[in-house]
């Protein structure tokens, strides 16, 4: 049974004219509910239309299970389903505003060797409302609503590849950014993708205008092979194809980012190979990251983030090196959902 967070305004629309409703309780639910509320505490709509809705719908999809805060003021946040499953979101604070770190699976297939939301496999997609309760109960919880938003960016970017729950991830940047939900908008959210080349060029065709962000990890694709099973399916050459193709369709710059392993691709003539090799007619910026250490994975963090951005720079490319934040509360991907795991098993 759907949830009917899964619903856009138009269904929520349709929904209340098949229970013979009028059209403003429509406004009254969606309102409610994207102000992270459960069907329970909307208090404008009566119980017989509450009734009604649980009758053909689950309610609202999840719940802040745990939240822990780091000294450097960022957030993590666990999140519970109502089958039980959990996933994790983080919450930064800039100068702009808040930015919100959003899952899209429960878990990843695509296996890469330094994230720990790949340990366990994929477990399974998030449905549109259970992508979208992430965002809504922070904006709750940040003190906010549907008609005072404290979230300023999004970033597709948690536990899971977006790209492999396509249709769910696609239909959630649709909501999240209408004028009836919180209305973010599109410019300020990101999707961050290891690579499927056939789904990049999909995404394309959408006119989303969103920020394609690369999990790129590698100046080549012999180095790429080892760290990132995908690469064994989209060559290194196909994806820098894809990227282009994304950037001449829609204008918008894209993001590679680059985790920098120690002794794996964090050299000078790395920083020499991935220049040349992402070199092209394109907009692009590379986030280099110094790695979030994962202990079942035992790679190591570079100490050459900023000999590597130099020479990039050097060489003509735009590239800075990410602020490392809630390294104190296990801020890598997957790291705390799989402690807590560990910890109920």
Same mark, same amino acid.
């Given at each position: 049974?759907?949830?009917?967070?899964?619903? *856009?305004?138009?269904?929520?629309?349709?929904?209340?004219?098949?229970?013979?409703?009028?059209?403003?309780?429509?406004?009254?639910?969606?309102?409610?509910?994207?102000?992270?509320?459960?069907?329970?505490?909307?208090?404008?709509?009566?119980? !017989?239309?509450?009734?009604?809705?649980?009758?053909?719908?689950?309610?609202?999809?999840?719940?802040?299970?745990?939240?822990?805060?780091?000294?450097?003021?960022?957030?993590?946040?666990?999140?519970?389903?109502?089958?039980?499953?959990?996933?994790?979101?983080?919450?930064?604070?800039?100068?702009?505003?808040?930015?919100?770190?959003?899952?899209?699976?429960?878990?990843?297939?695509? !296996?890469?060797?330094?994230?720990?939301?790949?340990?366990?496999?994929?477990?399974?997609?998030?449905?549109?409302?259970?992508?979208?309760?992430?965002?809504?109960?922070? *904006?709750?919880?940040?003190?906010?609503?549907?008609?005072?938003?404290?979230?300023?960016?999004?970033?597709?970017?948690?536990?899971?590849?977006?790209?492999? *729950?396509?249709?769910?991830?696609?239909?959630?940047?649709?909501?999240?950014?209408?004028?009836?939900?919180?209305?973010?908008?599109?410019?300020?959210?990101?999707?961050?993708?290891?690579?499927?080349?056939?789904?990049?060029?999909?995404?394309?065709?959408?006119?989303?205008?969103?920020?394609?962000?690369?999990?790129?990890?590698?100046? !080549?694709?012999?180095?790429?092979?080892?760290?990132?099973?995908?690469?064994?399916?989209?060559?290194?050459?196909?994806?820098?194809?894809?990227?282009?193709?994304?950037?001449?369709?829609?204008?918008?710059?894209?993001?590679?980012?680059?985790?920098?392993?120690?002794?794996?691709?964090?050299?000078?003539?790395?920083?020499?190979?991935?220049?040349?090799?992402?070199?092209? !007619?394109?907009?692009?910026?590379?986030?280099?990251?110094?790695?979030?250490?994962?202990?079942?994975?035992?790679?190591?963090?570079?100490?050459?983030?900023?000999?590597?951005?130099?020479?990039? *720079?050097?060489?003509?490319?735009?590239?800075?090196?990410?602020?490392?934040?809630?390294?104190?509360?296990?801020?890598?991907?997957?790291?705390?959902?799989?402690?807590?795991?560990?910890?109920?098993?």
């Amino acid at each position: 049974m759907q949830t009917i967070l899964d619903l *856009n305004f138009e269904q929520m629309k349709d929904l209340m004219a098949n229970f013979n409703e009028p059209s403003f309780r429509a406004t009254q639910l969606f309102q409610g509910l994207h102000s992270g509320k459960t069907i329970d505490e909307i208090t404008n709509i009566s119980k !017989n239309v509450k009734e009604k809705v649980l009758n053909s719908y689950l309610d609202f999809p999840s719940s802040i299970y745990k939240k822990l805060e780091s000294k450097d003021g960022t957030r993590k946040y666990i999140y519970k389903f109502l089958d039980g499953n959990i996933v994790e979101g983080v919450l930064m604070k800039y100068k702009y505003g808040y930015t919100l770190c959003v899952s899209t699976q429960v878990g990843c297939r695509m !296996n890469c060797s330094f994230c720990a939301s790949g340990l366990n496999g994929l477990i399974r997609n998030l449905s549109t409302g259970e992508i979208l309760s992430q965002v809504l109960l922070v *904006n709750r919880d940040l003190g906010g609503s549907v008609k005072d938003r404290k979230i300023t960016n999004i970033v597709l970017m948690g536990s899971g590849e977006p790209l492999d *729950n396509y249709t769910a991830v696609v239909n959630f940047l649709k909501i999240i950014s209408s004028e009836q939900s919180l209305n973010i908008s599109l410019r300020n959210i990101s999707l961050s993708t290891c690579g499927l080349v056939e789904k990049i060029d999909k995404l394309a065709k959408e006119n989303l205008g969103i920020t394609l962000t690369i999990s790129l990890h590698s100046p !080549n694709q012999q180095i790429r092979e080892k760290i990132m099973p995908v690469a064994k399916a989209y060559k290194f050459e196909d994806l820098i194809k894809a990227v282009k193709r994304y950037f001449d369709k829609t204008g918008r710059r894209v993001v590679y980012e680059y985790a920098l392993i120690s002794g794996v691709n964090d050299s000078l003539k790395n920083a020499e190979e991935l220049a040349k090799n992402v070199k092209g !007619n394109y907009s692009f910026h590379i986030n280099l990251i110094p790695l979030n250490e994962v202990k079942e994975r035992g790679l190591k963090s570079s100490k050459n983030a900023y000999q590597f951005m130099e020479k990039l *720079n050097k060489l003509g490319i735009s590239a800075t090196v990410r602020r490392t934040m809630g390294e104190d509360i296990e801020g890598a991907c997957g790291q705390l959902r799989n402690k807590i795991l560990k910890d109920e098993n």
